[in-house]
């Protein structure tokens, strides 16, 4: 079975710091890659995705990623935090020929100091 | 357009007994997958309900089961409650005939075994 890794469970950045969250998956073959993320006191809302083509992929509110097929690696990016962005990320990979059922990896607290 | 809503929001129970959890999807959905969340983990798969039946499966015991209506929404239910069962309990809706649809989160019932 695939697994989903997310090396870093708490990260503490103060504003304007760049943030570069790892995600790592098992998988062997093609793959759908997502990053969820968790406001506090909110349900998981979709940052981004990533189906084909272009492996550096954009997103809402400034968020960026970028899948390296020979890393097995689809570490999300943002260049400038804001207090805002304090809330849990998740990413999530979905293997392509099996429905759309996602496998999540543990998250990663992220707290952005003003 | 309403967003995928659950109910209750918070449930306690003891262990050995059974619980209903409720699923209303997105406007315009058809497809409802439900997750797991223990404290501190990421979202695990249960299962995924198309045309009221059961479609994949994650790696959970039968006494986890469910049910899809007519109307799309759905039922999700656990028998022998352990403490083992306590956690955020996620559901998520998408268009099952557009192929990777992204999945819409619901707030979540938080569910306590004691």
């Known amino acids: 079975a695939q697994s989903v890794s997310q090396h870093n469970h708490h990260v503490i950045l103060s504003e304007a710091a760049s943030l570069e969250l790892g995600c790592n998956y098992s998988y062997g073959g093609t793959v759908n890659l997502f990053w969820y993320v968790q406001y506090p006191g909110q349900h998981l809302q979709l940052l981004l995705k990533y189906f084909s083509g272009d492996p550096l992929v954009k997103g809402i509110k400034g968020f960026e990623a970028e899948f390296i097929k020979s890393k097995f690696s689809f570490n999300l990016r943002k260049p400038s935090v804001q207090w805002s962005d304090t809330a849990e990320y998740f990413c999530a990979v979905n293997e392509d020929n099996a429905g759309n059922m996602l496998t999540f990896g543990g998250g990663t607290r992220l707290m952005v100091k003003p | 357009d309403a967003g995928v809503t659950q109910s209750p929001t918070h449930l306690i129970k003891t262990r050995g007994q059974q619980v209903t959890l409720r699923c209303s999807p997105k406007?315009?959905?058809?497809?409802v997958s439900w997750y797991q969340q223990a404290l501190g983990q990421g979202p695990q798969f249960i299962f995924q309900y198309y045309e009221e039946e059961e479609r994949q499966r994650g790696n959970f015991p039968d006494r986890f089961s469910g049910h899809q209506f007519p109307n799309y929404s759905s039922e999700l239910n656990v028998n022998a409650l352990l403490l083992g069962d306590s956690a955020l309990y996620l559901c998520?809706?998408?268009?099952?005939?557009?192929?990777?649809?992204?999945?819409?989160f619901g707030p979540g019932t938080r569910l306590t075994v004691l």
């Open positions: 406007s315009g959905h058809d497809t």
């Open positions: 998520a809706s998408s268009l099952f005939s557009v192929r990777q649809d992204t999945q819409y």
